[in-house]
């Protein structure tokens, strides 16, 4: 158990539809990083927060958003869905802005299915 | 940029074999460097960072890598490979500023007995 809990652990909706996918980062990690896990994409990248702060961008889409609140947890929203985002969906949080140490704890993955 | 190519998507070995995923990083600044886990619908563990001190960092699971600059190589080994080593494996890499890490496409390795 990495200490990182991610909610839904199922999602299923219908393309045009929005979804929040919520997550806890482990107690006293400062940074949450969302990751996007597809057959055809591999895994990617997409967003970082630090301390309720965006610092990194990666291949995200504009119709996904995300944000960290200040208790910590942080929450990724996907709008107008669309087939190819079904995707398993990962949060990782580390202690560290960044640097050496910058070792990414993820949890279990939300899996998001788009009819 | 920094990036990783992990030479081979699918490794095949038999139990108690030697095990060999191969990881090769582009950075231009001095790299740190990762390998994770990920077990069938599991998130992914760490198993061994390489943040520039020893060149052979051990890990988890009997699991060890080489970092080899000249051949921009980081390498993952085991002596005898176990049928609970089966799962996907990850190379990723960082560095000092980044704020981010950059995954290769994964290797999954097969265990036969």
């Known amino acids: 158990d990495s200490g990182v809990t991610q909610t839904p652990k199922h999602l299923i909706t219908a393309t045009g539809q929005r979804v929040t996918l919520r997550c806890s980062p482990r107690s006293g990690d400062l940074s949450v990083y969302w990751y996007q896990q597809s057959l055809d994409q591999g895994l990617q990248f997409l967003i970082q927060y630090y301390n309720g702060e965006e610092r990194a961008k990666g291949n995200i889409l504009e119709r996904f958003s995300a944000q960290q609140f200040p208790d910590l947890h942080s929450e990724l929203n996907l709008s107008s869905l669309e087939l190819g985002d079904s995707a398993l969906y990962f949060c990782?949080?580390?202690?560290?802005?960044?640097?050496?140490?910058?070792?990414?704890?993820f949890g279990p993955g939300t899996r998001l299915t788009v009819l | 940029a920094q990036s990783v190519t992990q030479l081979g998507s699918h490794v095949s070995v038999s139990e108690g074999a030697l095990v060999l995923l191969r990881c090769n990083y582009s950075?231009?600044?001095?790299?740190?460097l990762f390998w994770y886990v990920q077990y069938p619908n599991q998130g992914l563990q760490l198993l061994l960072k390489?943040?520039?001190?020893?060149?052979l960092v051990k890990g988890i699971n009997g699991f060890e890598a080489e970092f080899k600059k000249s051949e921009t190589s980081f390498h993952l080994t085991k002596p005898s490979a176990h049928m609970s080593d089966a799962a996907e494996y990850f190379c990723?890499?960082?560095?000092?500023?980044?704020?981010?890490?950059?995954f290769g496409a994964g290797t999954r390795l097969t265990v036969k007995p």
């Open positions: 950075s231009s600044v001095p790299p740190y």
């Open positions: 990782a949080s580390s202690g560290r802005l960044a640097g050496a140490y910058n070792e990414q704890f």
């Open positions: 990723a890499v960082s560095d000092q500023w980044s704020n981010d890490m950059r």
């Open positions: 390489y943040t520039s001190a020893a060149t």
